[in-house]
């Protein structure tokens, strides 16, 4: 998938639709085997790649079914170096996807341009990676697809790309005839084999990467992708030559590349590992990379600052769907992407410059609804003897299609917000007249600062304080204060700053005063963002309208790492808003 000629984004073509499910379309950011992906913003003002899914899955109700799962199980994975979907819609005439925009390069395309990379940027890259896998993992997903395509690298380090939409096409078309989803040379032995894949999996790939990333060479050897995912399933029988390897990558490639899962490093430990060997915090990227991807990936993020004007504007945006252009290589946060326009509906949110991308924090959709080298492709579907088909492949830990969609009895509700993304429900528009009716009046709420290495998850429709909380537990929730990875109050529903306290004064601050998606420690010990007296609104996972009321910020009581991190009084008012 190219941004127009390199860097530069393409704009919109007179087929174009200027308008879909209330997101305005800036500019096309690429095309390929399943659609059109373009430039928009949320609401919020959130950058935002938006994908229009081809007709023909469309159509197909395996595809729309599979989509739906895969997307909820994207939805429930939040962290760090991971790009979230912050909206979708799978039952209009055209299904569609909205994930976070990151102007950057796939590490395939880096590499294949570039050449490997300097060992402390791996070892970087490999840490910042391992952390996105935790949280996948801790939201009991498997990626399974793991490889440079699906990492991209951007100005503020890497991310794990690709949530839900490839696997969803793939795994209609394999129903059909069986097969093992993943890319070969890519692939774990297990998963090679057809066997049970669990987290382990993903370490393997992970290691492979490193490998490819550092050195250019594939542990396997030379061959098509085929021969690489025969010599991965026979590990057991024939380990990989690491004797060509630098020492320390060596010892990397030793611990992830086992044929036995369980003897493979943790993700956790992967990540201490990898650090400990770049010689630089995970979070220090002024210059992690070398200065010609740093200049390329910066030109990107100019690009996408300044969309430009279409080409022309049609009189009336077509309904029918243009036919599907040849694919392009992927180089921005989607690959796999959609070919089809779909015509506009009437809602229109601000326009405007997209602000720098953010690291992949929860954020503020607001719509209407809800070449290269063997080793390094991965744009297109390989059909090989494993029957392997290239995708990104969100499973549970079991490998069941979909299981992961299904979050069991202890979620709130079902196809609620979730930390990466936000209310899936309709919003009404601002200028429409709502009716609330109210639940409660000024109930004492206290949000304390959160252990150490835990998140207090917070519910507001309950209203219940959940502390101790881990990653992946926070679907349906509308805040969360964490002090694992980043330490911050996240925002996990759109959130405005209101300077009433009337309902409709509330509804409108979710709309035309949304805070960033998430308030670093920092900021919050400056309490300028959340100080005494600041009126925060939310529409709730449960359709409700929220109004905390900040009446105190004091120091946390107790020692510990979150020490430094305020508790904060508050009074609750909840309204119910009239479907």
Not at 126 to 141: E, F, K, N, P, Y
């Amino acid at each position: 998938m190219t941004n127009g000629s390199d860097d530069i984004l393409t704009p919109l073509n007179p087929l174009d639709p200027r308008e879909t499910a209330g997101y305005r379309l800036l500019a096309r950011l690429g095309e390929g085997g399943m659609g059109t992906v373009y430039l928009s913003h949320t609401r919020g003002g959130q950058p935002v790649a938006f994908k229009v899914i081809r007709r023909e899955y469309g159509q197909d109700p395996d595809f729309r079914r599979r989509f739906e799962h895969e997307v909820q199980a994207a939805r429930r994975v939040q962290g760090y170096h991971l790009v979230p979907v912050v909206d979708h819609d799978t039952a209009g005439p055209l299904p569609w996807i909205a994930s976070a925009y990151v102007p950057g390069l796939s590490l395939a395309d880096a590499l294949a341009a570039h050449g490997p990379l300097p060992l402390p940027a791996v070892f970087q890259l490999v840490a910042c990676t391992a952390r996105a896998l935790v949280s996948i993992h801790g939201a009991d997903v498997v990626h399974r697809d793991l490889k440079p395509a699906n990492i991209l690298l951007s100005s503020t380090g890497p991310y794990v790309i690709d949530f839900g939409i490839a696997r969803a096409a793939d795994v209609t078309q394999l129903t059909r005839s069986g097969g093992v989803i993943g890319t070969p040379q890519y692939m774990s032995p297990e998963q090679a084999l057809g066997e049970r894949v669990t987290g382990a999996a993903d370490v393997f790939s992970l290691g492979l990467i490193a490998a490819v990333a550092a050195t250019g060479r594939h542990p396997y050897g030379e061959g098509g992708a085929t021969a690489l995912a025969v010599r991965i399933a026979n590990t057991a029988r024939t380990a990989p030559d690491l004797s060509g390897y630098p020492a320390p990558l060596r010892t990397l490639l030793e611990r992830t590349l086992t044929a036995d899962p369980a003897a493979r490093i943790t993700t956790d430990e992967l990540a201490v590992l990898s650090e400990r060997a770049a010689g630089r915090a995970l979070r220090t990227f002024d210059g992690w990379l070398p200065a010609p991807l740093m200049d390329r990936i910066a030109r990107r993020e100019a690009a996408a600052a300044r969309p430009p004007e279409p080409t022309t504007t049609p009189a009336a945006t077509p309904a029918a769907t243009p036919a599907a252009t040849p694919p392009t290589e992927p180089d921005a946060h989607w690959s796999g992407q959609p070919t089809v326009s779909a015509p506009p509906r009437p809602a229109t949110p601000p326009s405007g410059p997209a602000p720098t991308p953010q690291p992949a924090t929860a954020p503020t959709p607001r719509s209407a609804q809800r070449s290269r080298p063997a080793l390094l492709a991965g744009g297109g579907a390989l059909a090989v003897a494993l029957t392997a088909v290239v995708t990104w492949a969100l499973v549970s830990p079991d490998g069941g299609a979909g299981a992961a969609a299904d979050d069991g009895a202890d979620r709130k509700h079902a196809g609620a917000s979730d930390p990466a993304s936000s209310p899936s429900s309709p919003s009404p528009s601002p200028s429409k007249q709502a009716a609330y009716t109210l639940v409660f009046e000024d109930k004492p709420f206290t949000l304390r600062a959160p252990a150490f290495n835990t998140g207090t998850h917070v519910d507001l429709d309950a209203p219940k304080v959940f502390p101790s909380g881990k990653i992946g537990q926070a679907a349906g929730m509308e805040l969360t204060y964490q002090d694992w990875g980043d330490a911050d109050l996240r925002f996990l529903t759109p959130t405005g700053r209101s300077s009433g306290s009337t309902p409709e004064a509330c509804r409108a601050a979710v709309d035309t005063d949304t805070l960033p998606a998430a308030v670093p420690k920092k900021d919050l010990n400056l309490g300028a963002t959340l100080a005494k007296g600041t009126v925060l609104c939310t529409v709730t996972g449960d359709n409700n309208l929220a109004m905390l009321r900040i009446t105190d910020v004091l120091p946390h009581a107790t020692g510990g790492a979150s020490s430094d991190m305020p508790d904060y009084v508050t009074t609750l008012t909840l309204w119910k808003i009239a479907k």
